[in-house]
C-alpha cells in the first residue's frame, strides 16, 4: 500500500510547488544590492571616448541608472518610455552593456538620447559589479546613492508607476 501512496503524496506536494511558482512574478528578481550604496563604476563615455562616465554623477539628487544595449528587443520596446521620463525632468544615466559602440552610437542617433551620459561597458565588467543579468536592468538611485529600486526587463508607465514614482519622492 505505502509503495503506491508514497508517489502519489510526492507528486502532489510538486503539483502544489509549481502551482505556487507560477503566481510569482518573474519581473521581480530581488536583488541584494537594493537598500545598499550604489556600485561605484568609472566608464568610458560612449560618445565622448575621451571623456568618464562614473558614480561621481550619482549624488546630489535621484537618478535612474539604465542597462541597455542595441542586441536587446525590450531595450528598444522601453527606449520611448525612458524619453517621455527625460522630457518629465527625470534624470538616467544609461550603462551601454556589452554592445558595439558603433551600433550603440547609430541607435541614439536613431531613436534620440534620453541619457544624460552613457558610458560603455562593452566587457560587462560594471554590470558585474551591479548583478546586471541580461538588458534591459534599471535602477533608481537616491541622492545619497543609495539603490531604492531595481527592475528587471522593460520599463513601462505602470511599473513606473507603481514601483518607482512614490519611491522618487522619498528619495530626494
Known amino acids: 500500500m505505502w509503495r503506491f501512496a508514497l508517489p502519489l503524496i510526492g507528486f502532489?506536494?510538486?503539483?502544489?510547488?509549481?502551482?505556487?511558482?507560477?503566481?510569482?512574478?518573474?519581473?521581480?528578481?530581488?536583488?541584494?544590492?537594493?537598500?545598499?550604496?550604489?556600485?561605484?563604476?568609472?566608464?568610458?563615455?560612449?560618445?565622448?571616448?575621451?571623456?568618464?562616465?562614473?558614480?561621481?554623477?550619482?549624488?546630489?539628487?535621484?537618478?535612474?541608472?539604465?542597462?541597455?544595449?542595441?542586441?536587446?528587443?525590450?531595450?528598444?520596446?522601453?527606449?520611448?518610455?525612458?524619453?517621455?521620463?527625460?522630457r518629465e525632468g527625470v534624470t538616467i544615466v544609461g550603462f551601454n552593456w556589452q554592445d558595439d559602440r558603433a551600433a550603440a552610437l547609430e541607435w541614439l542617433r536613431v531613436l534620440g538620447d534620453p541619457y544624460v551620459a552613457t558610458g560603455f561597458d562593452p566587457q560587462g565588467r560594471a554590470g558585474i559589479d551591479w548583478g546586471v543579468i541580461s538588458a534591459p536592468e534599471t535602477f533608481l538611485i537616491d541622492a545619497n546613492q543609495v539603490i531604492r529600486h531595481k527592475h528587471f526587463g522593460e520599463l513601462t508607465r505602470e511599473i513606473w508607476e507603481r514601483d518607482f514614482a512614490p519611491l522618487m519622492e522619498h528619495s530626494r
Do not use: Y
Open 12 to 86: 502532489v506536494i510538486l503539483v502544489v510547488i509549481f502551482a505556487k511558482g507560477l503566481e510569482l512574478d518573474p519581473q521581480a528578481l530581488p536583488s541584494p544590492l537594493t537598500e545598499k550604496p550604489a556600485p561605484p563604476f568609472d566608464l568610458e563615455d560612449l560618445q565622448n571616448p575621451g571623456n568618464r562616465v562614473s558614480s561621481e554623477m550619482l549624488g546630489g539628487k535621484p537618478v535612474l541608472v539604465n542597462v541597455w544595449a542595441t542586441w536587446c528587443p525590450p531595450c528598444r520596446a522601453e527606449h520611448d518610455f525612458l524619453l517621455e521620463l527625460q
